[in-house]
């Protein structure tokens, strides 16, 4: 009987997820923990099923140490150093000595997630972890994956909420909002929203592009929406209004384009804009 791997990955994994929001990690990491049984270093989709129970021993031990329950909390944490470890291993296999050439952009964005969950389980909400998944997830030079840089925006939020960094936790917070709310995304809304409640985020800091309600803008950020970038962000912002490219602002900043495009997907998003023209007129209206 051949059994086929990545589709089993897949299911596995869209299920795990499934339980997951509906608050039962401990279902999910059955459905993970299923498939990893029969786990091939050469099967990248290793990397998403492991970065998923990650995000269940993350809930899991999280619960414990609320419970009083260090031992609990414990075995999550060991369960997870392995499942870093798989992931590490997928991405490091070899083909007769040989490393892989073709993990690609999303092989690797779903290696730092993993690197963050596993920080999360052992009671870290660690920005740096965060901010490298949400740059990940921003590749071939537009908006890339959307629904995970929204994802891993939400824990970004609440990492820089959780270290006291609460303007940037709120910009982080309300374009991830603003990104799950176009999509459709109803439990990721409904997270955020929660985390909003938790942490006190200012209502204010919330994406001002409201088009499609009755009094919204437009498509057009409200007056004072640069007040959710960051200082770097604005930067960016400026040049953008100068009618810099990638590689221009990349010189100009002394950072690499590719960061240069990462900072000029998040204006975007945070600003509710569409382009970069639109992006311009909003900094040429706010006097940058």
């Known amino acids: 009987m051949v059994i086929r791997r990545v589709p089993d990955l897949h299911r596995a994994g869209l299920a795990a997820e499934h339980f997951l ?25 290793n990397i998403r ?8 021993h993350a809930e899991i031990a999280a619960r414990a140490r609320a419970a009083g329950d260090g ?4 075995r999550s944490e060991a369960a997870a150093d392995r499942l870093l470890e798989l ?3 997928t991405v490091a296999a070899t083909y007769d000595g040989v490393p892989r050439a073709w993990l690609g952009f999303e092989g690797h964005a779903w290696a730092a997630r993993a690197e963050a969950e596993h920080r999360r389980v052992h009671g870290v909400h660690d920005v ?4 490298t998944s949400v740059e990940s997830f921003v590749y071939g030079g537009g908006e890339g994956f959307v629904y995970e840089v929204a994802r891993s925006r939400w824990r970004l939020a609440e990492a820089l909420a959780e270290n006291g960094e609460r303007g940037e936790a709120a910009a982080e917070w309300a374009a991830s909002l603003a990104a799950a709310e176009r999509l459709g995304a109803a439990p990721l809304a409904s997270a955020l929203k929660d985390l909003g409640r938790r942490a006190r985020l200012p209502a204010g800091a919330r994406p001002p592009a409201e088009a499609a309600r009755p009094g919204g803008t437009g498509g057009r950020a409200a007056p004072g929406a640069v007040a959710v970038l ?24 002394f950072i690499s384009p590719k960061t240069a495009s990462v900072h000029v997907s998040n204006i975007l998003a945070k600003l509710g804009v569409t382009s970069r023209t639109q992006a311009a007129a909003v900094a040429h209206r706010e006097g940058l």
């Open 21 to 45: 929001w509906r608050g039962d990690p401990g279902t999910a990491l059955a459905h993970v923990e299923a498939v990893l049984e029969w786990a091939d270093l050469h099967e990248t989709g």
């Open 49 to 56: 099923i492991a970065t998923t129970g990650l995000w269940a």
């Open 71 to 74: 031992e609990a909390a414990r």
């Open 87 to 89: 992931a590490r291993r």
């Open 128 to 131: 740096d972890l965060w901010r």
């Open 230 to 253: 960051t200082v770097r962000e604005r930067e960016v912002l400026k040049l953008v209004a100068e009618g810099r490219n990638n590689k221009e602002i990349a010189a100009t900043l």
